[in-house]
Structures are given as structure tokens and as C-alpha cells.
């Protein structure tokens, strides 16, 4: 694959597939395609937004990119820096190499721990990520000493110190357990171990869900600001829209594994090109102000009943058979023609850096 000078990352038809087993003995029936064929570039310094409901595959995708879970098939491109490919060129020796690498085909464990330090992860829930044992400074310091990097002491709590001035914890603060922290604190620790390895690639799995508003936009700044700094790419996972809107600059809409829908931030927002990324802008923006206060606290904390699920014409996971090869998505679909329950839609460009995964856009496109 030949490199390209502004991928960092290129993802093609990733499955992660889980067994699912039955009966006294545990015998295999079949398994459920939590990811099935996803593929997207990421460019550096770009934050791909990653939406959609709950049990859509977003945060088992995080986790197969970060190899936490081992994918069924697919390749995952890593492309070094121009500067490690330029090296790689004239011969000297550089940690990424002269050409792109695929993370899932790493074996060595030698290889596969050098290149973690490219991939960071931030997790969704900082009280069950953070050791409850380890003081703020120690968590944050840990990385370092796996990886062997700051051998002298002094050094690395120097560093480790000033990482967590960086992220909004003072020094006093550093020597605190994480149970003495509010929620948003928290979770700055969290962010500060993700950057201590000076990784280029940060995987952030839900990461304000668990926050207040008013905190979610600090953290949200922060990592923003954060970004700017240390050049990062975000994968930034989220089932809500309106997080999505604020930090990403592209969009990708996951459904049941599947890709629905991939566009540019702001593109995206204006006009949708799939029938399931048009009812998920319209759940949380056709309501008066007062209703949509009350439908978005309730769906953010999981608490829609049945019927109003099925109002906004999400489907019901459990209807849906996800080993045909057609759109899952039909049975709520107002667009559906007979050719969306006899063949799956690839996901086409439809217009400049726009795709969408739909028999049927057209009629989207018409739509005001």
C-alpha cells in the first residue's frame, strides 16, 4: 500500500465477530457481527466523530482499533510521519519505518508494544479506568515506567507533574487517591495518561457521557486545546449528536455495525444522506425547547421507553436478523424499496469526501 504524506490512519473492512453459544455445553450456534466491514481514513490532526445508538458497535470498534479486542478480519494501515518515512528512505533506523504498517498484522509482541505507544485510549468511565489504589500521580506515571521511557526518577515525576499541571491537576492535587476527585477531574487524569506516552493517534471512547454539561465542555476545550498542541488525531466516539457537532471535523454514522454514512462535520449537519443519520439529527432537534431538554436527559441516560424508540423509528436490534446480506436497516426505513431486502448497500461516494451506505439516497438528496 503506498503511503500516503497526510494518512495517519486507513481502516478496510474491519469484522469483529463474537460467538454466541447455547445448551449445557456451550455449543456455537453462530455469531454476532458487532463490527461488520467498516472502513474510513483518518488525516492528522483530524477528529473523526463516531455516532450512533446504543449497541451500534462504536465502542467495540474503539477497542479493536486499540486491539483490546482482537478483530475477525480487516486491516488497519498505520502511516509514520513523512519525517520516519523520509529516514526510513536514506536508511537510518526509525520506529515507524518507510512505509505504512498494518496493526493487525503485528504478531511480535516486541513490535506490537513499540507501536502501542502510537495508540492511546480514553476510557468512557473514569471510576472504573482509574486503579482506585494509585494516587493521581502514579496512574498518570505508570506508562512511563512500562515503557521505559524517563529511566531517571526525578525526571519522570518532573514530567509526570507537569503533564498533570497541563490537563487543569495541580501539584497539590497529584498525591490525592482518585476517590478524593470530582467526575471531571477525574477524567483529566484519564486524559493525562493517555498523553503521556506522546502518542499520535487518541481512541476516546464516550468520553464526557458520564460528566455534567457544564463539565462536558471543559474537557471537551481541553482536548481541543490539547489537539492543537500536541498535533493529535481523535477517534472520538459518542452517542451524542451535539458533542459530535462541537469537536469533530468528519462525521461517521454507525448502524448495527455497519456504516451508514461518513461526510464532513458541518456538511453532515446541514443535510443527511441516509435515512437513519436523518432521524438521529432529527431526534434531538424537532422538539420545542422544553421537550427537547427532557428527551435528551432521558437519552442520555438510557432511560426512552420502548414507544418512543419506536416513534423515532429507531429499530428494535431484536427484530433485525444480522446475517443477511441486505440493509439492516429496512424495517424502519420510509424510504425501503424492494432492492434494500435483497441487497446490501455499499457505502458509495455520493459527492466530494461525502458517502453514504443507501439504495435510495436520491430521494434523501430531494428532500428540503
Known amino acids: 500500500m503506498p503511503p500516503e504524506t497526510n494518512t495517519i490512519l486507513e481502516a478496510c473492512d474491519i469484522k469483529t465477530y463474537f460467538p454466541m453459544r447455547r ?83 503485528i504478531g511480535a509482541r516486541a513490535d506490537l508494544f513499540k507501536y502501542r505507544r502510537k495508540f492511546q485510549m480514553i476510557f468512557q468511565d473514569p471510576n472504573l479506568s482509574l486503579d482506585p489504589k494509585w494516587r493521581a500521580y502514579q496512574i498518570v506515571e505508570e506508562p ?26 495541580s501539584a497539590e492535587m497529584a498525591d490525592r487517591y482518585p476517590h478524593e476527585f470530582s467526575g471531571g477531574q477525574k477524567q483529566r487524569i484519564g486524559i493525562a495518561r493517555a498523553l503521556a506516552l506522546n502518542p499520535e493517534i487518541i481512541v476516546a471512547d464516550e468520553p464526557v457521557s458520564a460528566l455534567d454539561v457544564s463539565v462536558q465542555a471543559q474537557v471537551l476545550n481541553l482536548m481541543r486545546d490539547l489537539q492543537a498542541e500536541f498535533g493529535l488525531t481523535y477517534i472520538f466516539i459518542s452517542h451524542n449528536l451535539s458533542v459530535i457537532n462541537h469537536i469533530s471535523d468528519r462525521v461517521m454514522v454507525l448502524y448495527m455495525g455497519r456504516v451508514m454514512e461518513l461526510a464532513p462535520g458541518e456538511r453532515f449537519f446541514e443535510k443527511q444522506y441516509h435515512p437513519y443519520s436523518k432521524l438521529l439529527k432529527e431526534s434531538i432537534l424537532t422538539f420545542d425547547e422544553r421537550s427537547r431538554e427532557k428527551f435528551l436527559k432521558k437519552f ?3 432511560e426512552l421507553t420502548h414507544k418512543e424508540v419506536s ?13 443477511g446480506d441486505y440493509c439492516y436497516f ?33 430521494k434523501l438528496a430531494e428532500v428540503k
Open 330 to 362: 429496512n424495517p424502519r426505513c420510509e424510504y425501503k424499496t424492494d432492492i434494500c431486502l435483497k441487497k446490501r448497500p455499499p457505502l458509495v461516494e455520493i459527492e466530494p469526501e461525502r458517502f453514504a451506505a443507501c439504495h435510495n439516497y436520491i
Open 144 to 169: 512511563l515506567i512500562v515503557h521505559g521511557i524517563y529511566p531517571d526518577k526525578a525526571a519522570r515525576l518532573e514530567f509526570v507533574y507537569g503533564l498533570l499541571e497541563k490537563v487543569g491537576i
Open 300 to 302: 442520555e441516560s438510557n
Open 23 to 105: 445448551g449445557l455445553f456451550q455449543k456455537l450456534y453462530g455469531y454476532k457481527k458487532a463490527v461488520d466491514g467498516v472502513s474510513f481514513k483518518i488525516s492528522r490532526g483530524e477528529t473523526l466523530g463516531v455516532v450512533g445508538e446504543s449497541g451500534c458497535g462504536k465502542s467495540t470498534l474503539g477497542k479493536t482499533i486499540m486491539r483490546l479486542i482482537e478483530p475477525a478480519r480487516g486491516n488497519l494501515w498505520y502511516h509514520p510521519p513523512a519525517a520516519e518515512r523520509a529516514a526510513g528512505e536514506n536508511g537510518a533506523a526509525n520506529s515507524g519505518g518507510p512505509a505504512p504498517v498494518d496493526f493487525f498484522r
Open 311 to 323: 416513534d423515532l423509528s429507531i429499530a428494535d436490534k431484536n427484530e433485525v436478523e444480522t446475517s
